[in-house]
């Protein structure tokens, strides 16, 4: 624009001069007018209106360019404010279905309920549990969760890939709501006569209340529930980048009933930890033979390079992480961990992780989950363990070798693409479901029912 503005200038400075030349001056007053002069003055004018001419129309052009590019950005930003609104809806859409229980596993705790009900005396517990349960000897394991077939899958799993089954014992931790149905499914469909399972519910664990857990004392600021539980979608989705931050279930006690297993299991040295979503393909017993250091927590790393450094858990401009974490510090997996409870109660785990979770009431010290207030927890009592013990990203990494799978003792689907999900990838479902096909009859039964309902 400022070029348009010192061409026309310098155009009208031509004219002038043009008029202010004496010899065309003087036509003006002559009684007589010098033909060439005349002519000399047309043609010298007409190039200069020839000039303004194309300049004028040059500026025009330029100024209808400048609006159409005006009107294009506006329908580019249009577009661009439409696209984010539409990627902040699939991505809720993506979270809905990754984190929700299908309709199919509903209806085979519906099932297993009725089952309950129609024959009551299947499921009377006589006399006081079985010695087993507390004996130190044995190999014991802890699976948090309120899915019933995922819990399945990992004590199936363990038990056939297991030497001695007879010598492990599974301790099933769920919620009040699906407690029947987890122990209809054990009761009814036991992985073989000599293992033992016990089933309790967290509700069980009388000193999980609020006057001890920070958690469950969380829970009733009314900012954390605005937080978790606001239910209009273009609320819950008005943060995208933080989305997957707002999920309920990193509040609830399955979640973090991990942080009290030395309390729950007071007569235990050792016990390992497994998540719902991993499938064991060796037998697991040589991790209770592993010398410990002194450590609390035996678990695969997960940093390469910059990558999964404690940095990218946790708030670092934080004056409490800068001063006692180092940025730089490797993280590492849950999944599958080995915790010395002995160390534990040594080290005093539980009180370690109730100043992290009290100090973070504001959300402050870390956004998201389990994982940076167990990196913290732990931190500088963790023993690292060969990365073939635990592989991951089956929930997520479509790119894990056959070779690397199959030698793996432990795979998990650590992610959204969930084995039990239609959105789980094939290539990697095959070696969650052989430890179902016994069940597919009722679970085929249940798909069945659900279709005739939709």
């Keep these: 624009m400022m070029k348009e ?26 009684s007589k007018i010098n033909r060439n002069d005349l002519n000399s003055f047309y043609l010298e004018l007409t190039d200069l209106i020839k000039v303004s001419r194309e300049h004028m129309a040059e500026a025009r052009a330029y100024f209808d360019n400048q609006l159409r590019a005006q009107k294009l950005n506006d329908t580019i930003s249009s ?18 279905a990754a984190k929700s229980i299908p309709k199919s596993l509903h209806c085979l705790s519906t099932r297993l309920m009725e089952e309950r009900i129609s024959n009551p005396s299947k499921f009377v517990d006589y006399g006081d549990p079985p010695p087993e349960l507390e004996d130190p000897e044995l190999y014991h394991y802890a699976i948090f969760s309120d899915n ?3 819990a399945s899958v990992v004590v199936n799993s363990a038990v056939a890939n ?21 122990k209809a499914w054990f009761t009814l469909r036991p992985p073989n006569n000599v293992t033992h399972i016990e089933v309790k519910t967290v ?29 209009q ?9 933080n989305m997957k931050f707002r999920n309920p279930k990193y509040l ?16 235990l040295h050792r016990i390992l930890f497994l998540d719902d979503d991993i499938v064991v393909q060796k037998d697991l017993t040589a991790l209770w033979e592993i010398d410990m250091d002194g450590k609390v927590n035996a678990a695969v790393e997960t940093c390469f390079g910059s990558f999964h450094r404690y940095s990218q858990y946790m708030n670092f401009s934080h004056p409490l992480v800068k001063e006692r974490f180092d940025p730089k510090a490797c993280a590492w997996a849950y999944g ?3 915790f010395d409870l002995d160390a534990w109660r040594k080290e005093k785990c539980t009180e370690e992780y109730h100043y992290w979770q009290t100090q973070n009431e504001n959300r402050l010290l870390w956004k998201l989950g389990t994982l940076p207030p167990g990196l913290m927890t732990f931190y500088k009592t963790t023993k690292p363990l060969d990365k073939s013990w635990h592989v991951l990203g089956l929930g997520y990494n479509p790119n894990i070798s056959h070779e690397k799978i199959k030698s793996a003792a432990v795979i998990h689907y650590n992610g959204n693409m969930k084995p039990w999900l239609d959105l789980g990838m094939k290539k990697y479902k095959k070696y969650w479901t052989k430890y179902i096909d016994s069940d597919m009859e009722l679970i085929r039964a249940c798909n069945i029912i659900m279709k005739r309902k939709q």
Excluded: C
């Excluded at 310098?10 to 003087?26: H, I, M």
């Excluded at 030497?163 to 709501?177: Q, S």
């Excluded at 664990?205 to 605005?226: E, G, H, I, M, R």
């Design 233 to 241: 979608m273009e609320n819950a989705t008005k943060d995208a980048r």
């Design 79 to 96: 577009v661009t404010d439409q696209l984010a609104k539409a990627k902040k809806q699939g991505s809720f859409a993506s979270l809905m």
């Design 336 to 338: 599958m961990n080995l």
């Design 148 to 150: 019933v077939l995922a």
């Design 252 to 267: 609830s006690m399955l979640n973090h009933l991990r942080f009290y297993l030395a309390q729950m299991y007071p007569n």
């Design 162 to 182: 297991a030497r001695e089954p007879e010598k492990h014992v599974f301790h099933v931790v769920t919620d009040k709501m699906n407690f029947w149905a987890m």
């Design 5 to 30: 503005v010192r061409i026309f200038t310098e155009q009208a400075r031509a004219f002038t001069e043009l008029l202010n030349k004496p010899r065309y001056r003087a036509l003006l007053t002559a």
């Design 203 to 231: 509700e069980d664990y009388t000193f999980l209340n609020s006057s001890y857990v920070p958690v469950l004392k969380q829970l009733k600021s009314a900012d954390l529930l605005k937080f978790y539980f606001e239910n």
